[in-house]
């Protein structure tokens, strides 16, 4: 039988999920800052990587992080090139 997610997400590694989910803002803020003022664009991915902690699922947390990154570089990018 399954363990239920509150037993799952009891054994997840808090530590470990707050110093990927803080490389991955450090990462968008080094690069591509401008995604930050709309955070809103990264609500999806977000969503994604707390459904995966509550899960307890690693492998998903941070596929979840790295399509954060992916979304906050997409909306950057999009900002530059309506400034230009």
Do not use: V
Not at 13 to 29: I, K, P, V
């Amino acid at each position: 039988m399954r363990e239920s997610t509150r037993e799952r997400a009891s054994e997840w590694d808090t530590e470990w999920a707050a110093q990927r989910a803080a490389e991955a803002l450090r990462y968008l803020g080094r690069n591509y800052p401008e995604c930050l003022g709309d955070l809103r664009a990264l609500d999806e991915h977000e969503e994604a990587a707390h459904q995966a902690a509550m899960s307890g699922d690693k492998g998903a947390y941070l596929e979840a992080l790295r399509s954060y990154c992916r979304a906050g570089r997409d909306a950057a990018l999009r900002i530059r090139r309506g400034a230009a």
